[in-house]
Nanobody
Framework: QVQLAESGGGLVQAGGSLRLSCVVS????????MGWYRQVPGNQRELVAR???????NYTDSVKGRFTISRDDRKNTVSLQMDNLKPEDTAVYYC?????????????????WGQGTQVTVSS
């Protein structure tokens, strides 16, 4: 069973904080670098934070110093602490491997994504 279940999004004022969580199935999580992505309608999905199997974290420039990614290897979870949120952080946030988990079935091979969680930051 492949699972990527994001939660924790919501509506927050600029300067506020949110903590996103993602429950990941073992087949996706084990031995994989993990990341948080975000997507604004009409734009491509972008990787904003990633954490290696060795717990080394990297961030895109726009979130450095404000977002913190972490992983719990016993619980197969990935989290994203987002502080000092800005209106431009508004997006749907997804967790996944980096690169994304690919699934194959009768219809072919494709990147598998969860439902995501909406983050809206008001000014």
């Amino acid at each position: 069973q492949v699972q990527l279940a994001e939660s924790g999004g919501g509506l927050v004022q600029a300067g506020g904080s949110l903590r996103l969580s993602c429950v990941v199935s073992k087949v996706v999580f084990d031995y994989a670098d993990m990341g948080w992505y975000r997507q604004v309608p009409g734009n491509q999905r972008e990787l904003v934070a990633r954490i290696s199997t060795g717990h080394i974290a990297n961030y895109t420039d726009s979130v450095k110093g404000r977002f913190t990614i972490s992983r719990d290897d016993r619980k197969n979870t990935v989290s994203l602490q987002m502080d000092n949120l800005k209106p431009e952080d508004t997006a749907v946030y997804y967790c996944n491997r980096d690169p994304p988990f690919r699934r194959s079935d009768a219809w072919g091979s494709y990147d598998y994504w969860g439902q995501g969680t909406q983050v809206t930051v008001s000014s």
